[in-house]
């Protein structure tokens, strides 16, 4: 294994240029103007898994945008495992205040800069580099493995839940490996249990038939801004909790010994507090900062627009007004049905002196991995042995909607070792990746094939 891990570091700096041009691939998932960069970013993908040793790989083409599949199944015997990851990533405004553009990586103070450097292309690309490793010091893999990597993660998985479904046979597998998540600080090797899921919602309160001059008009009709305004504000009590009827019906309660092992993570609110440049910190009563984020359902409006927003004034009571808004969801609720209860609430909140369309934009269910099983032994130890650390296992409030579709549709544990940091401005100007997490994982990832195939 040494002979691996020194190529590993030897080839540093190889990784991080052939990283840097996978991130200058613009593969904007929701934007289609970019759908010529996300076939790229599959092709891309498609090369790279070739070259790293993987006998068979097809792009395979959706409704929406491609499939990457890479197998190679030399190990008869051993366990297969199937590494999932996404080449998507978000939009990039606002713009301006990126210091570089974000798709043309820099690196500095070894850190890469990039829209996409650890969510998620920095992270899938470290199992492509580990797989390489391997069979440029072996000759060969010590385990089955397939790749699937997807290019619709930011917008739901869609057409991969329905790949899945059609190719339960082909994607047959012992274990799921992703790294598409955070460490609980630097240097620190953790392993996820649990994610949050979503319900994404639109409203839109529609007024009058045109927008009207705000004096001659105005008190006589209602203004859907401010009918909309008041209805997001009677979805959350004084207390953070949500006031939907039957919200918390299916939340799993915290156990006693899982908000002990929150406490002994030591997290400090007063960090996380100027981390974000707040002097205070919110959320449901009751709870701690990790409980609220890891464990506790939430309701967030994510964007509001409506009326008049340019500079300057003018006077209009507007014909309409919408707002995005999602709920970040914990075992055991369901997306679908929380859909339901929201537009039902929002409906009966409504005055008669407006129209209200209510939308479920996207979802995704939540989920607990069990901490048992060999797959996740071998997780642990194989990061343990990277760091040179004792694991942390720990939950994340963000959501991979396709997860569920892996333990359900395939009856495939999943193992969830990501690499990124929580600071690392996923989503937003500025995204980066620690190297040394990226070297780390590379590491990670082919100690978890040496321990997981048993030799
Ligand atoms: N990799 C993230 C999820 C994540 C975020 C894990 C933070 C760990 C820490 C993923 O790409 C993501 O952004 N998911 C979306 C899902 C949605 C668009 C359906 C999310 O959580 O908002
Ligand atoms: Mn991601
Ligand atoms: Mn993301």
């Not at 499939?67 to 939009?91: C, F, M, N, R, S």
């Not at 069979?135 to 790749?147: A, E, W």
């Not at 790949?163 to 953790?190: E, R």
């Not at 995704?364 to 071998?378: E, F, H, M, N, R």
């Amino acid at each position: 294994m040494q002979n691996l891990i020194n190529y590993i570091k030897e080839n540093e700096n190889n990784y991080i240029e052939e990283l840097k041009e996978f991130l200058r691939i613009p593969s904007i998932s929701t934007l289609p103007e970019n759908k010529d960069d996300i076939n790229k970013a599959a092709d891309f993908v498609s090369e790279k898994l070739k070259q790293a040793g993987i006998s068979r790989v097809e792009v395979f083409q959706t409704e929406g945008h491609p499939i990457v599949y890479g197998e190679w199944l030399g190990a008869p015997g051993k366990p297969t495992v199937l590494i999932y990851g996404h080449y998507d990533v978000q939009p990039v405004d606002p713009i301006e205040l990126w210091d570089n553009p974000p798709f043309d990586p820099v690196v500095k103070d070894g850190k890469i800069y990039a829209r996409g450097a650890t969510d998620d292309k920095g992270q899938m690309f470290m199992h492509v580099k580990s797989v390489e490793a391997y069979f440029k010091t072996f000759g060969s893999l010590p385990l089955n493995v397939k790749f699937l990597i997807e290019g619709e993660e930011e917008i739901g998985s869609e057409s991969l839940e329905k790949f899945i479904n059609n190719n339960t046979d082909l994607l047959k597998c012992d274990s799921v490996l992703i790294s598409d998540t955070a460490l609980y600080g630097p240097g620190i090797p953790t392993l996820t249990y649990g994610l949050r899921g979503l319900c994404y919602m639109e409203v839109e309160v529609i007024g009058p038939n045109r927008d009207l001059h705000s004096g001659t008009f105005g008190g006589g009709v209602a203004n859907p801004i401010n009918i909309l305004a008041g209805i997001i504000s009677k979805l959350q009590d004084k207390n953070g909790k949500i006031t939907i009827p039957h919200f918390y019906d299916d939340v799993l309660k915290l156990s006693k010994k899982e908000r002990e092992d929150f406490k002994a993570l030591k997290f400090s609110e007063k960090k996380f507090a100027d981390s974000v440049g707040v002097v205070e910190l919110k959320g449901e009563k009751g709870f701690s900062t990790l409980e609220r984020i890891w464990a506790r359902p939430t309701l967030d409006c994510n964007g509001i627009f409506g009326g008049f927003t340019g500079a300057g004034a003018k006077t209009v009571l507007p014909s309409k007004a919408t707002a995005k808004i999602s709920m970040r969801l914990v075992p055991e609720q369901n997306p679908k049905k929380i859909a339901k209860l929201f537009e039902n609430y929002v409906k009966s909140l409504a005055p008669k002196s407006v129209k209200i369309a209510v939308k479920n934009l996207h979802g995704a269910y939540p989920v607990l991995t069990p901490l048992k099983g060999s797959a996740t032994v071998a997780a642990t130890k194989a990061m343990e042995k990277a760091f040179g650390k004792k694991i942390v296992y720990m939950r994340e409030g963000g959501s991979v909607p396709i997860v569920t579709v892996f333990t359900k549709k395939l009856k495939a544990p999943v193992v969830l070792m990501g690499l990124g940091l929580n600071t690392e401005n996923l989503h937003s100007p500025n995204e980066h990746f620690n190297l040394k997490h990226f070297q780390l994982g590379i590491i990670s990832s082919a100690y978890f094939m040496q321990e997981y195939s048993g030799s």
